[in-house]
C-alpha cells in the first residue's frame, strides 16, 4: 500500500452496503496492519501490529506478576476482569500497546519480571481504572516501557 493510499480516501471505495469496501483486502484488520506497518519507524518490528483482541477475560490465575495475562498485541479490550486482574507488557510487541478496561473493577498493568514503567520502579504495576484505556511503549530494547 503507497503513502498516497494511505491519504487517499477514494482508496477504500464505499462498496453500496453497510461497510465499506477496501480494494484488494482480504479484511479490515489487513488493512490495519498495513497502515500501522508503514507509520512504525523503521528499525520496529511490526509483528502484531492491527491485531484487535477484545471481549478478553482476565481468569482467576491472572491476579498479580508472576501469572498474569501476557500482552500479545497493539490493542487488547478487556471485558471479563477480576478483582486484582492483571497482565503483563512483553517485549514480543512493538511500538504503542493499548489497553482498555471495559470490566467493572480496575486492573493492573505490570512490566515484564525485571522491567519497569516509566520510573516507577522495578516490577511495580500501573493500575488501569475501569473504563479507562492507557498505553504503554517498549523502545525496542531491555525492559524500560513508558507511557505516551
Sequence with gaps: MSGSQ??????????????????????FASVMAQNMAALLPSGLAAANVGV??????IGVSGTNQANAVPVTSNFMVFSG???????????????????????TVSMQAYPPVSGQIESLGTNTAVVI????????????????????
Excluded: C, D
Excluded at 494511505?6 to 479484511?27: D, E, K, M, V
Excluded at 484487535?52 to 477475560?57: D, M, P
Excluded at 493499548?98 to 470490566?103: A, V
Design 6 to 27: 494511505l491519504l487517499n480516501p477514494g482508496a477504500f471505495p464505499y462498496n453500496g452496503g453497510n461497510q465499506p469496501g477496501f480494494a484488494g483486502q482480504s479484511s
Design 81 to 103: 476482569v477480576p478483582s486484582s486482574g492483571s497482565v503483563i507488557l512483553t517485549t514480543s510487541v512493538s511500538g504503542v500497546v493499548e489497553i482498555l478496561n471495559r470490566g
Design 129 to 148: 481504572a475501569s473504563g479507562t484505556n492507557a498505553k504503554f511503549l517498549w523502545a525496542g530494547t531491555g525492559l524500560q516501557f513508558y507511557e505516551p
Design 52 to 57: 484487535v483482541q477484545s471481549g478478553l477475560a
